[in-house]
């Protein structure tokens, strides 16, 4: 009962008609049943009376000198503020067509004169009623829509936390640096970043790309979970059968990545990751495995971690021998330039050597 009772305090109710006696009539219909009437004369007047204040429901008369009803109704319901503003037409005629064209136009009732104050009731009654209703709906779909987005917010902070977990898992079955995952991320980003004002490719990567590359990077080796810990920290070389257990780990990522890829939103970030994933171990020349791509074969974001990769692992510490220089690491990938990695990538990454961790 107080909530119908807020309903009429707060509902204003615009009555256009360029008769008196008819805004007069229905003036007193809308006080008593306890809403606020605002009256006006004419289409012009109206419009910006609704620009001002928001009515809750127009009463508009069709038959109107210079603007008619059906004009004014035609220009609320193309405005995405007043569309949603119930319209009740009023006019002495009752022709079919007439009707239609109303109701054509976006209006949601329609009645005739004289006014039966009976009917008046009923139909603005309803249509308060009905408009409240959509308003709640419209707010509840609004917050449910906030909510929603904030649970896939989150549900992707989690996967991405699960994700780098498990590179933490690999990372440390294989006894690389702790700081690999950061290191490797970041030059990935800084060389993404220089080839983007490259006019070779230029073209080929945007700001959302290299966003991307720093997020899917570090993603590269998460198949190293699925190898043994004594071939992942054998000291001396491996045989050819560990070799070929060792090669799974790019098809094992990228199987574990799609099928994560599959409850995932973020679908951009897993497919740059899956290529990642399977490709960072191909070279250039085609030498390289799981399926011996070659060239621009490989795709680029594949081409990007692999020449970082290999700087990464040069300039750090491993179970089997020191870590290099940045000098010495580029004089080592400098032999491997034309087998192992793209020229191009190679001689940009060269540039920055300087920004490089």
């Known amino acids: 009962m107080a909530e119908d009772n807020l309903q009429k305090e707060i509902s204003r109710i615009l009555i256009v008609d360029d008769v008196e006696a008819n805004r007069f009539i229905l003036r007193d219909i809308i006080t008593e049943m306890g809403y606020l009437p605002m009256l006006t004369e004419n289409g012009a007047q109206a419009l910006k009376i609704v620009q001002r204040i928001k009515p809750q ?29 119930p319209i009740i037409f009023i006019s002495a005629f009752d022709d079919p067509e007439d009707i239609v064209k109303g109701f054509y136009l976006g209006g949601e009732d329609y009645i005739t004169k004289p006014f039966v104050p009976e009917v008046v009731k009923v139909r603005v009654g309803m249509h308060l009623k009905l408009y409240d209703a959509n308003r709640r ?14 649970q896939l917010k989150q549900m992707e902070i989690e996967r991405r936390s699960i994700l780098y977990a498990l590179i933490r898992v690999a990372r440390e079955n294989a006894c690389y640096d702790e700081a690999y995952m950061e290191r490797l ?6 060389l993404t970043e220089a080839m983007q004002l490259s ?3 230029g073209q080929l990567i945007s700001d959302k790309y290299v966003d991307t590359m720093e997020l899917a990077a570090p993603l590269c080796d ?9 071939i992942l920290q054998k000291q001396g070389a491996l045989t050819e059968e560990e070799s070929a257990i060792m090669r799974t780990h790019t098809t ?36 390289g495995y799981p399926d011996g791509r ?13 020449v970082v990769g290999n700087y990464c692992a040069l300039t750090e510490r491993r179970t089997y021998r020191g870590s290099f220089t940045k000098e010495e690491a580029f004089e080592i990938m400098e032999k491997d330039m034309d087998k192992k990695f793209n020229p191009n990538i190679f001689g940009i990454m060269k540039k920055i050597a300087r920004q490089l961790k």
């Open 57 to 85: 429901l127009i009463i508009l008369d069709i038959a109107m000198p210079e603007m008619d009803g059906y004009e004014v109704c035609r220009t609320l319901k193309a405005d995405p503020e007043t569309k949603a503003i």
């Open 137 to 150: 709906m419209a707010e509840m779909n609004r917050q449910l829509q906030v909510s929603i987005k904030e």
């Open 185 to 190: 991320s970041y030059n990935c980003r800084i």
């Open 199 to 201: 006019d070779l490719y």
């Open 222 to 230: 998460l198949g190293n979970m699925a190898i043994p810990t004594n």
């Open 252 to 287: 094992i990522g990228a199987r574990i990545l799609q099928d994560i890829g599959e409850v995932s939103s973020d679908n951009r970030l897993i497919q740059i990751a899956v290529e990642i994933a399977k490709n960072h171990h191909e070279n250039w020349d085609g030498s």
């Open 294 to 306: 070659k060239g621009e074969e490989i795709p680029l974001s594949a081409q990007i971690v692999a």
